[in-house]
């Protein structure tokens, strides 16, 4: 079966070939994640007990879970949507600097994400297990899709911050190496004017005029003519 060319441009378009990126894929996937933990929790994370119409968090009744898991949840899913954008307009970057503090900004902001998640998985893991699930009626299945979804994230974001620190190893800059390259081309390149140049100038006889090479120096700007003798009468 053979694809329409149409769609084999698509596959070869520039944003088809971001999108396939390591570091794109990895930034899509955190900003999944982190959408499906902060959106569960959000839906369904407050439930009522059976004995009462008030909401309480399904995490143990704390609030405190649930707002950490909804609030971490949005501001990762922010932090992916703009290192995404970031990612987009990398090749229009045309300052070294720039570049190198950007990977490092992307390392850093992945260890943090990396430790946040850590935690924050121990965090939910220990207020589910001493949680009744018995006093609520709903929130369960949201709970566990947080918490599975949050130790995924740890992967992934470990992973994120191996790609940034590649990033970072490879686009080390060297301070004025380009500098002293151009400067050391421009003194080999430079050499001293010739002292002396080979031109033609004529010389005389008493009868005809023949020209010879000779070495003058390149300040003489203007050179002797023939000169006319007289012939004595019989």
Known sequence: MRVPESLQDLAYSETVRFLRKPKSVTRILAGVFSLVIFSSLLTDGYQNKTESSQLYCVLKGNSTACSFAVGAGFLAFLSCLVFLTLDAHESRIASTRFKTAFQLLDFIVAVVWTGVWF???????????????KHFLLGSSSAKAAITFAFFSIAVWVFQAYLALQGLRSDVPVPYKRSLDEGGVVLNTISPPSATSQINVPTAGPNSLSYTSSTISPYLSASKGPRLTMMPDD
């Open 119 to 133: 935690l924050g998985f121990f965090f939910l893991v220990g207020q589910w297990r001493n949680s009744k699930q």
